[in-house]
């Protein structure tokens, strides 16, 4: 099997790179340093993941399905549906991408609006911004880490005691938050988490060949509060 990662720099496709450090699969890995269009740039999405075996090629696109497919594949980093946890790895497997990014993405979304602004009327931008954030995305996203934060007090990992691919897809919209969320630092077992993830050799290695800038995240995600 062999397989070709097209990586953007600071992107969700970092948790597919990540993945395939863990998995210790080879790879060639393509990466861009922004999203362009340019011939040698990925057909749909980033992450794409080009699979090539017995001579047929697959292109296959989203981090959850991406995971899934090499997962099964390696039959590594999932629980057995006999497993205690193995319902706090479904739902989590589908909640970081599913429920908890989509919010993420909203204050993106309205922070860019407001930085596209004509200053005379960026006021307005701001306002909506500033509102729709008190009324709705931080309350959500406040309950959503009161929701992960009670579960990461009394489970190692996602899946209790397992390390899976679940942890692997929470990472990035969970290290968001640090910036994005005023009062992230309330949540002392996500913090402890966040540096058990940092402690991993395969996510060291995935940082440095992913090119990795924590300074750009940071300004790229502290605009939203």
Not at 4 to 15: A, M, P
Not at 80 to 90: E, I, K, L, T
Not at 125 to 145: M, V
Not at 194 to 208: D, M, Y
Request: charge should be neutral; include cysteine.
């Amino acid at each position: 099997m062999e397989l070709k990662l097209h990586h953007l720099i600071n992107s969700r496709s970092q948790r597919i790179l990540w993945l395939l450090e863990e998995l210790r699969l080879d790879y060639e890995l393509i990466i861009h340093p922004q999203k362009v269009l340019n011939a040698d740039a990925p057909p749909h999405k980033f992450p794409t993941l080009l699979l090539q075996q017995s001579g047929h090629e697959q292109t296959l696109t989203e981090s959850s399905a991406i995971a899934a497919y090499l997962c099964q594949q390696k039959q590594a980093l999932i629980l057995n549906s006999s497993a205690h946890h193995y319902w706090d790895f479904c739902f989590y497997t589908h909640f970081s991408d599913g429920s908890f990014m989509p919010n993420l993405a909203l204050k993106q979304i309205f922070s860019q609006i407001v930085c596209q602004t004509p200053w005379p009327v960026r006021f307005v931008s701001l306002a909506f911004k500033a509102t729709f954030n008190k009324a709705y995305l931080n309350p959500e996203i406040k309950t959503q880490l009161a929701l992960l934060n009670n579960h990461l007090t009394k489970n190692t990992w996602l899946a209790g005691d397992q390390f899976s691919y679940a942890d692997i897809l929470l990472w990035f919209p969970l290290h968001a938050c640090t910036y994005a969320y005023p009062d992230f630092q309330a949540y002392n077992a996500l913090e402890r988490y966040l540096r058990q993830i940092k402690s991993r050799p395969a996510f060291q290695a995935a940082l440095l060949k992913g090119q990795w800038s924590a300074d750009e995240f940071q300004r790229y995600w502290e605009i939203t509060q």
